[in-house]
């Protein structure tokens, strides 16, 4: 728990900003960009979970998705634990369900009336502009529904509220059992695993049992206000080894050390999961299970997830960890609104750009550029300034654009 420590710490209170540790939280949201532009382009039947499917497609885009969608979300969740953590210690109790009520629960709400509508609508469209043409598309566009029947891509937000709320409750009678003798032997085996070269595949272990529930083994999401117990628990997981990891955060320097090495051992891993992962393709179409190969995926998969943590996490702490860079800090203030609202845009594109002949390297470039500059350009003209700012980033802040220089402020880092 943040209020155990087994080492020299920075101070709870005017502590360190972590900003790299922000720029990488926001790096993996807008990795969301990414994996949902890339989405209509490629070759894997994602219907049942998408709907876009483009004429011209690349097995590119299939490799892409599956080594994004591997390790994006388990890289967040930790930053979320480490950062809810630090906002514990800093705040208490109270100060901590406050400030998650603001900054999770009124998005989520808010987000729910208006981009799930937006988000049926832009989907609609884009669908009947793949099968009829953007005219005819347009002809057919009817009211979208309004009542929200899932949570969309805002399920990130309402496993937040969950976790943080399960940490509100849980963390005082946590610290009272660090101080007994058990609290402590588990609090060493935690830092031991932590500074082991094989952390990535200690954690691994039990995030294997959970990745078996799910479909072909591969991590997965749910939209569902009663989401399954494995997924849950699975990204629960992951928040709760990123709220201990800031107990022991002064062995965050030493990710450092081999972090390049971890990053790229995912490259062949991403390879043989996916040849794994077509095994059990092959075997469900034929109307049978494959075990072996659905736990080499889920194996496999984990592993890959964990060194990405690890290595991503020491990656920007080594290169950016320094001081703090405006444009960074603006990109990390932008972040959590170009996810929230980034969907829909990247609907509409693809459904405006289904009718052109032309390269998915070239389309999947235009969406995922196009949505990142309008959802920016919308955070600054709209949002950084405004109430909208004030509650998604803490306090308003003067406007970007035409400004040369960004206004840093103090704020506290996101803690989305």
């Known amino acids: 728990m943040p209020t155990r420590q087994d080492g020299p710490v920075p101070p709870a209170t005017g502590g360190p900003r972590y900003h790299a540790l922000d720029n990488l939280r926001a ?20 219907e049942g979970m998408w709907g876009i499917k483009d004429a011209r497609r690349s097995v590119f885009f299939d490799l892409a998705v599956l080594y994004i969608h591997a390790f994006r979300m388990p890289v967040f969740f930790v930053l979320a634990g480490l950062f809810g953590a630090l906002l514990y210690e800093r705040r208490g109790a109270a100060g901590y369900t406050a400030h998650r009520a603001g900054r999770l629960l009124v998005p989520l709400a808010v987000g729910l009336i208006v981009l799930y509508p937006l988000n ?28 929200p029947w899932d949570t ?40 031991r695993a932590l500074a082991s070269p094989w952390r990535a595949v200690i954690f691994a272990v039990p995030t294997v049992p959970g990745l078996l529930t799910m479909r072909a083994g591969v991590l997965g999401t749910s939209h569902a206000y009663v989401p399954p117990a494995g997924v849950l628990l699975v990204y629960g997981y992951f928040f709760a080894v990123g709220w201990l990891l800031y107990a022991h955060r002064d062995l965050l320097p030493g990710l450092a050390r081999g972090a390049r090495t971890q990053v790229a051992a995912t490259v062949p891993l991403l390879f043989a999961m996916a040849a794994a992962l077509s ?31 690890f290595g991503l996490t020491g ?38 750009l289904a009718p052109w002949p032309v390269s998915p390297f070239v389309k999947a470039a235009l969406v995922c550029g196009v949505t990142t500059l309008v959802t920016v350009w919308t955070y600054d003209r709209f949002v950084r300034a405004t109430p909208i700012g004030a509650v998604l980033n803490g306090r308003r802040y003067p406007r970007a654009w035409p400004r040369r220089n960004v206004n840093l402020g103090a704020a506290e880092p996101q803690q989305t």
Not at 27 to 46: E, K, N, Q, R
Not at 123 to 129: D, E, G, I, L, R
Not at 282 to 306: D, N, Q
């Open 120 to 147: 049926a609508a832009a989907f609609t469209f884009a669908k009947n502009a793949v099968r009829w043409g953007v005219g005819s598309a347009v002809e057919r566009q009817r009211l979208p529904p309004l009542v």
């Open 315 to 352: 990656l920007f702490l080594r290169y950016d960890g320094h001081r703090e860079s405006a444009v960074g800090r603006y990109l990390a203030d932008a972040s959590y609104w170009v996810y929230l609202v980034h969907l829909p845009v990247v609907a509409l594109l693809a459904g405006l």
């Open 27 to 46: 790096a993996m949201m807008f990795l969301g960009i990414v994996l949902h532009g890339v989405l209509s382009y490629t070759t894997l039947p994602t």
């Open 152 to 191: 969309t891509h805002l399920w990130f937000l309402y496993f937040l509220v969950i976790f943080s709320a399960c940490a509100a409750v849980t963390s005082a009678l946590c610290e009272r059992l660090s101080r007994t003798a058990s609290g402590r032997a588990a609090s060493v085996v935690f830092r």
């Open 279 to 309: 095994h059990v393709v092959t075997a469900e179409a034929a109307g049978r299970t494959s075990f072996p190969a659905l736990a080499a995926v889920a194996v496999i998969g984990a592993l890959l997830a964990w060194l990405m943590v």
